[in-house]
T-cell receptor
Framework: GQNIDQPTEMTATEGAIVQINCTYQ??????LFWYQQHAGEAPTFLSY??LDGLEEKGRFSSFLSRSKGYSYLLLKELQMKDSASYLC??????????WGAGTKLIIKP | GAVVSQHPSRVICKSGTSVKIECRSL??????MFWYRQFPKQSLMLMAT?????????EQGVEKDKFLINHASLTLSTLTVTSAHPEDSSFYIC???????????FGPGTRLTVT
């Protein structure tokens, strides 16, 4: 079957670094998305990884290992506004997104 | 960037009535549109995928006669919740994709409350 696993909740301190992990099992694989979703709002796109390795985009970086079925989202210099849910989604061979349940990130001052 | 709008943003209706939600791509042609439902503290659940001019493909467990989807043009898709019940109360989100572009652009969502 198809499955996405990510932690339910994480807590971090303002200014620190946090890594949110995601493992996936899909029928074929095209790429891995990360979305940010604030409470009551629609998701917003953060990153899309197709090839192995780390892609950096400002304070956010995303890593992919296709052989391990593993990705992580790295957030640096955490700000209070980064408190949100972070959704991992794998794109299968039919270009369908398989969504994780999301990781609720709580930032403390 | 690409913009997707949804209307209405919030709607309250009585049990047994029908509600139509519109999803529009404002500055691109949405060859594929997706409709999601999200219950509180849960992830997005794909309801159906629609390609312009053809019938929507519904996910397992989603009643196509209850959730009517129309994708009549490259910029508009509608979701009609027929004979709504309180358990249909949820956050409905659409997204759109242009051609084989990898990114799905999300609308702001519609909060449906059925009383």
């Amino acid at each position: 079957g198809q499955n996405i696993d990510q932690p339910t909740e994480m807590t971090a301190t303002e200014g620190a670094i946090v890594q949110i992990n995601c493992t996936y099992q899909t029928s074929g694989f095209n790429g891995l998305f990360w979305y940010q979703q604030h409470a009551g709002e629609a998701p917003t796109f953060l990153s899309y990884n197709v090839l192995d390795g780390l892609e950096e985009k400002g304070r956010f970086s995303s890593f992919l290992s296709r052989s391990k079925g593993y990705s992580y989202l790295l957030l640096k210099e955490l700000q209070m506004k980064d408190s949100a849910s972070y959704l991992c989604a794998a794109e299968d061979s039919n270009y369908q997104l398989i969504w994780g349940a999301g990781t609720k990130l709580i930032i403390k001052p | 960037g690409a913009v997707v709008s949804q209307h209405p943003s919030r709607v309250i209706c009585k049990s047994g009535t029908s509600v139509k939600i519109e999803c529009r791509s404002l500055d691109f042609q949405a060859t594929t549109m997706f409709w999601y439902r999200q219950f509180p503290k849960q992830s997005l659940m794909l309801m159906a995928t629609s390609n312009e001019g053809s019938k929507a493909t519904y996910e397992q467990g989603v009643e196509k006669d209850k959730f009517l989807i129309n994708h009549a043009s490259l910029t508009l898709s509608t979701l009609t919740v027929t004979s709504a019940h309180p358990e249909d109360s949820s956050f409905y989100i659409c997204s759109a994709r242009e051609g084989r572009d990898y990114e799905q652009y999300f609308g702001p969502g519609t909060r449906l409350t059925v009383t």
